[in-house]
């Protein structure tokens, strides 16, 4: 796991990938009615 975050009453997370290494990342995004787990690609 590289990165984790909570929030709450929120709509909207912006994530900063400028520390990142380069690749293909799996996001879980998950609430208490929902889950959806999509792939990132960071490049430089």
């Given at each position: 796991?590289?990165?984790?975050?909570?929030?709450?009453?929120?709509?909207k997370?912006?994530?900063n990938?400028?520390?990142?290494?380069?690749?293909?990342?799996?996001?879980?995004i998950?609430?208490?009615?929902?889950?959806?787990?999509?792939?990132?690609?960071?490049?430089?």
């Amino acid at each position: 796991m590289l990165f984790t975050t909570t929030a709450y009453k929120t709509n909207k997370i912006e994530i900063n990938t400028k520390d990142f290494p380069t690749g293909i990342y799996v996001v879980q995004i998950q609430t208490a009615d929902f889950m959806a787990t999509k792939k990132l690609v960071v490049e430089k």
